[in-house]
């Protein structure tokens, strides 16, 4: 089989969004990983669902399919990087990412995206873990609904440092329709399993999957063949459960040469199937 590969446009911040499709779509991807910012399809606009409908169009023009991410820093807050998070203390706030995550579902039905990717939140100093796990679940339980509703997949990212950062905390949550955004390189960091041990073990629960190189131990995205990352083990292994979704490349630090990075990832994967 051959893999799908997409581009997340938080490496790609410094152009605007149809540059950026370009870019994406002239490098040989098969789709974009979006992720949802105030340049970017600004889904608090006032005219995010014609905005949502041009995209669409444009990626159905480019034969692009795609996912829909929520980690924006500063979408909701201006002054608190990724608050408020479904473990706020302030329900009012917690329902302001609710909020949130359901328009993100409903731009990723507009767009028939594979799944929409978001996390769980760092509890704040001073907050219960078990009221942070209460608030998350009965966040978690109303997206889910809502994903359903709207026919795309809900996929939740363990994120290190956060109240989920490992597979067993997401495992552990076992929330029916509740998929997993398997971010590879989080597997190093945690180093908690080795990547395509991950991949293997929890295939059957996979919606969406992020790829890129990093060092064991550190939370840093890294262009392919600056970290650890066995990138042609984890390949192999999405070949091997016949893994058909984008497989997304994450490189939020390198959009000062997303022209140069762009093309040369999906070179890298393509020499690694090559190989492989």
């Not at 873990?129 to 363990?158: F, M």
């Not at 996979?206 to 984890?234: K, S, Y």
Request: glycine share 10%; charged share 25%; aromatic share 6%.
């Amino acid at each position: 089989m051959t893999l799908r590969f997409a581009y997340n446009t938080n490496g790609t911040a410094n152009h605007r969004l149809d540059d950026a499709i370009d870019l994406i779509a002239e490098a040989g991807y098969d789709g974009v990983a979006l992720t949802l910012d105030i340049h970017h399809l600004d889904p608090f606009a006032e005219g995010w669902v014609k905005e949502a409908e041009r995209v669409a169009s444009r990626l159905q023009r480019l034969g692009l399919g795609s996912v829909i991410e929520t980690g924006a820093r500063f979408l909701l807050d201006p002054r608190a990087k990724h608050e408020p998070t479904l473990v706020t203390a302030d329900a009012s706030a917690r329902l302001h990412r609710i909020g949130f995550l359901k328009r993100a579902f409903e731009i990723g039905g507009i767009l028939g995206s594979e799944a929409v990717s978001f996390w769980a939140g760092v509890p704040k100093p001073g907050v219960d873990h078990a009221d942070a796990k209460t608030w998350l679940r009965e966040g978690l339980v109303e997206i889910v609904a809502y994903a359903e509703e709207q026919g795309v997949a809900a996929c939740l990212e363990p994120e290190p440092g956060m109240l989920i950062e490992t597979l067993d905390d997401y495992a552990a949550l076992q929330i029916d329709g509740l998929r997993l955004a398997l971010d590879t390189g989080h597997c190093l960091v945690t180093q908690e399993r080795e990547p395509a041990a991950a991949v293997a073990e929890f295939a059957d629960r996979i919606g969406t999957v992020a790829i890129e190189d990093m060092a064991r131990g550190v939370h840093i995205h890294l262009p392919f063949g600056e970290g650890d990352m066995d990138v042609p083990g984890v390949l192999a292994a999405l070949e091997s459960i016949g893994y058909e979704k984008l497989v997304c490349v994450e490189l939020s630090r390198e959009s000062h040469r997303a022209d140069i990075m762009v093309p040369a990832s999906l070179s890298y994967l393509r020499e690694c199937r090559r190989h492989g």
